[in-house]
């Protein structure tokens, strides 16, 4: 693919964009000059005529004498079952007409980019073909296009109505956006050529009557910039929408921009179901996979009765407000009994849901996101579950295995890329169909227990249930506890983990201070003359040019002297340095003699050059998944944060540690170089971005040969040689999806496996053993040590009983619920374990909570029987969280743990109430 020189151009975020900008007003001002705002010459040439709709008083322009805007005519959907085209195409070949039309009219075609959206750190998924192009640099979008004008198949993921997809005939949480983009400079265009063009690609490429065609005037708005648009339809379906961002501020004060953007997208999807005229879009979009479902569904219908009512449902959306309306009225209008909607409707939405689900995940995976609880990924677990609970409701015998084949073999004629990842994707869906499973028999029992209550569950009841136990709306809707999924849940669910978090900064006025000139990027004196700027809040000094790194990328900052002072934090505000000082500052306008700590910089610069290696080893071992999440730099050790599904192996973590080391071994170039950003991402591709997203239109590519490239400005090493030896000194999983490696390089490295050496010798001391023979004496020692675990053990069997039928005499009673408690600093958890666990099978409404005490610390025990109506694990969180620490568990068993020995009663006490409150006691 050729790829011409970057275009770019700015938009300004600052403060119009906190506040709404009145679509209306803007669409009043612009339609009441027409000929300024919407008129173009192909209107002129072909005759089009502006026209206000009779029901909704919006203005179009047709050539068919219409009196009424597409959504309100009387042929709106009428193209399922007669499309106004002769020629078909589904949704690859339409991809291939669309991509063919536009290249012969000068487009340079691009590949998609990623569904996962990198290079924003405001959004998880890519929305729109546009967002592909767009840049945040401090107040501004930028638009950097990497040919100009452009077109593209970009893949969209949104999720806010997913309750809709496989109901309406055209919702979908993933579609093509055909992007058409064009900056209006020397190569590029404007509105006259852009409706040309999309007109011609309606008529010529699909053999549309131009008759059929009829285009809408309206805005569009965002971000502090606005623009007219059209929106152009054919029998009631809107194809695309041309949009012309021209103008910046609020209306009535606002200006031109400097470099106005063309953005036309239009839904390939739409593309193929206009030529196709098949009852819904699902029927001509996913290649093989309906017709595969539909065999094992054993569905028997006639596309006749599907036509009908898939009209209905299309232009019943257009009328009522709720879905449930939607399908009541489709329902009545097209004559089907309950009988066909329980065989054929039902059974037709949840195949077309599964397909399009899956599909969704098949470019989320690919692209390196996870299913998980955290960010983007709930959107991903919460689809599979989804498609798992429709299969199990359908009683459909499929392999998904089978089914990712045949979607990845017919997108990869668009989207070839998803070939290289297939096996990825069968691997991640295989582990979360697994945990799907095993939390099933926990969702009946819950399903089962509202539904014996006949509990009303409000759309917050429903996000609770999923958040804490994963019980989805269509699981509750499949065990009849609910009848309809309320229309705003996904919209909730999806607002309430995609919220950004900033972190609270020190604010500087810092008016005037030039930009600091980094000599780290360049010669990097450890000892340095600068001048001093300024000194703000008599300890922070801004130097016209320094050598301390400031903290940035989780790299922390270096050390030293300023004047014989200490350096004790150096940060980066904008373009400036600030360096804390301890003591007394200089002043201003001094001449001033600079020393960073060489040794803490040597540590951290190696300890960052091994986060890189770490990173792409552990990509290696474990899949392409991994991602870096976070990451931290110190002088004496790393740490490293990485996406994946399970908990690392020891195994997996000698793998990680071996592929490290030999890359050391190696000793391959780390070359550091500039390039403009788009050529960049175009290079090297967004993998670059592992750091998270640069701010900058300069970007600093770090790279290890092949072996990893990434954007980065961060210290690094020459060689990998220099890194002298890697060792990952700890592993966790620290959330879902989410596991932190803790490591050593260099000297710290060295260090390290000296102290395990000491400590070995101490062992073999303390066993009275050599080396040699260690390790049969510590198997000795072990057997000596298993021998009076296994009495104490039995011990606590032959006295469990007595002691529960004890505990459950003692325990309170709060309405249905027994509670019994004890603070213990004499027994240990296990005795506990063994009693709980007794005393909840002799009596299941018991709730036996024990918080044992260890010197400076308590272990949180926490057994409920099956008719205890609380989960044992939230009642562990709640107590370790008045105790100053952390636990959880299931609804039978939870532990955790805690510090404030000082208030143990008051946790006691504390649950108690939680318990009162739930049996409304």
């Not at 593209?152 to 496989?166: A, S, W, Y």
């Not at 055209?170 to 050529?193: L, V």
């Not at 270096?558 to 002043?587: C, F, M, R, W, Y």
């Not at 770090?702 to 990998?720: K, L, M, P, Q, S």
């Amino acid at each position: 693919m050729a790829i011409r020189s970057a275009q770019s151009t700015f938009l300004n975020i600052g403060q119009v964009d906190t506040q709404k900008m009145n679509k209306e007003e803007i669409l009043a001002k612009f339609s009441s000059e027409p000929d300024r705002y919407y008129k173009v010459k192909l209107f002129e040439e072909q005759g089009f005529i502006r026209k206000s709709c009779s029901v909704c008083k919006r203005f179009f322009w047709t050539l068919d004498g219409r009196n009424q805007c597409p959504e309100h005519s009387d042929d709106t959907y009428s193209f399922i079952g007669n499309p106004p085209t002769s020629k078909r195409f589904d949704y690859t070949d339409a991809w291939r007409q669309v991509e063919s039309f536009f290249v012969k009219n000068g487009h340079t075609s691009i590949s998609r980019y990623p569904v996962v959206c990198r290079w924003r750190d405001d959004l998880y998924f890519t929305i729109a073909s546009i967002v592909d192009f767009q840049r945040v640099m401090g107040s501004k979008v930028v638009f950097e296009f990497p040919a100009n004008p452009l077109i593209v198949p970009q893949t969209c993921l949104r999720f806010k109505d997913i309750e809709n997809v496989g109901v309406t005939g055209r919702h979908f949480s993933s579609f093509c956006m055909i992007g058409q983009h064009s900056i209006p400079n020397g190569s590029g265009y404007w509105k006259d050529e852009c409706v040309d063009l999309d007109f011609r690609l309606l008529t010529d490429a699909f053999g549309i009557n131009k008759s059929e065609i009829v285009f809408v005037e309206d805005v569009w708005a965002g971000g502090g910039s606005f623009g007219s648009s059209l929106e152009y339809y054919v029998r009631g379906l809107e194809l695309g929408n041309a949009v012309f961002t021209e103008f910046q501020g609020e209306l009535g004060n606002h200006t031109t921009l400097d470099q106005r953007i063309i953005d036309m997208g239009a839904g390939l999807e739409r593309f193929a179901w206009i030529t196709m005229g098949t009852p819904t879009a699902y029927d001509c979009c996913f290649g093989p996979i309906t017709e595969k479902l539909l065999q094992k569904s054993g569905i028997d219908f006639d596309s006749l009765m599907l036509t009908r009512y898939f009209t209905e449902i299309a232009k019943g959306l257009e009328k009522y407000p709720d879905l449930s309306h939607v399908r009541r009225s489709a329902i009545k209008e097209s004559g089907l009994t309950d009988d066909k909607m329980t065989r054929i409707i039902t059974p037709l939405e949840g195949i077309y849901m599964i397909a399009d689900h899956l599909r969704t995940l098949i470019f989320a995976i690919s692209d390196g996101a996870l299913p998980s609880n955290v960010g983007g990924g709930y959107n991903l677990r919460i689809i599979l579950r989804r498609i798992m609970a429709t299969i199990d409701r359908l009683g459909l015998r499929v392999d998904l295995d089978e089914l990712i084949d045949s979607h990845i073999d017919y997108l990869k004629k668009t989207y070839p890329e998803l070939e290289q990842y297939r096996s990825e994707v069968k691997t991640i869906i295989g582990i979360e169909v697994g945990r799907y499973h095993e939390s099933k028999s926990r969702m009946e029992k819950i399903a089962q227990n509202l539904k014996s209550q006949k509990k009303t569950l409000n759309v917050d009841d429903m996000i609770r249930l999923y958040e804490s136990d994963g019980v989805t709306p269509d699981y509750l809707k499949e065990y009849n506890v609910i009848s309809e999924i309320p229309d705003s849940f996904y919209t909730k669910l999806s607002d309430l983990h995609q919220s950004e978090k900033k972190k609270a900064v020190e604010e500087f006025d810092l008016t005037g201070i030039p930009e600091t000139d980094l000599l780290f990027y360049k010669d990097d004196p450890v000892k340095f003359d600068a001048k001093v700027l300024r000194v703000l809040k008599s300890k922070f000094v801004v130097l016209d040019r320094t050598s301390f790194y400031a903290r940035g990328g989780g790299q922390e900052p270096d050390h030293g002297s300023i004047n014989g002072q200490s350096v004790i934090d150096v940060t980066k505000h904008g373009s400036i340095v600030l360096h804390e000082i301890s003591g007394i500052a200089p002043k201003e306008g001094q001449l001033v003699s600079c020393e960073i700590d060489v040794d803490r910089r040597s540590g951290i610069t190696k300890h960052h050059t091994s986060t890189h290696v770490i990173n792409s080893s552990a990509r290696n071992v474990l899949g392409s998944w991994v991602w870096q999440h976070s990451a931290f730099k110190e002088k004496d050790y790393g740490r490293l944060d990485i996406t994946h599904h399970s908990s690392l192996t020891d195994e997996e973590i000698r793998k990680i540690e071996s592929f490290a080391n030999t890359v050391i071994q190696k000793n391959l170039p780390v070359t550091i170089q500039e390039y403009e950003r788009g050529q960049a991402e175009q290079t090297f591709g967004f993998r670059i971005y592992q750091g998270g997203v640069v701010p900058v239109k300069s970007v600093r590519i770090v790279r290890i040969e092949d072996f990893d490239v990434e954007a980065c400005g961060g210290t690094h090493v020459r060689r990998t040689g220099e890194l002298g030896l890697i060792k990952i000194t700890k592993s966790e999983r620290i959330q879902d999806g989410v596991i932190r490696l803790e490591f050593v390089s260099g000297r710290s490295a060295i260090e390290f496996v000296q102290k395990q050496e000491e400590d070995i010798m101490s062992i073999i001391k303390s066993l009275g053993s050599n080396r040699e023979k260690i390790i049969k004496s510590f198997e000795h020692a072990m057997s000596d040590s298993e021998s009076a675990k296994k009495k104490l053990k039995q011990l606590i069997k032959r006295t469990s009983s007595t002691v529960a039928r004890q505990a459950i005499e003692s325990a309170k009673r709060f309405g249905p619920i027994k509670f019994y408690s004890t603070i213990d600093d004499e027994l240990d958890e296990e005795f506990h374990i063994a009693v709980g666990e007794d005393a909840i099978r002799q009596e299941p409404t018991l709730l036996y909570c024990a918080l044992v005490v260890r010197g400076s610390g308590i272990r949180i025990i926490v057994f409920a029987g099956e008719q205890a109506q609380f989960k044992a694990g939230d009642l562990v969180k709640e107590i370790s969280a008045k105790l100053g620490g952390s636990g959880g568990g299931d609804a039978r068993f939870g532990q955790g743990g805690g510090k404030d020995t000082a208030r143990l009663a008051e946790a006691i006490s504390y649950a108690e109430l939680l318990i009162k409150k739930t049996v409304n006691v």
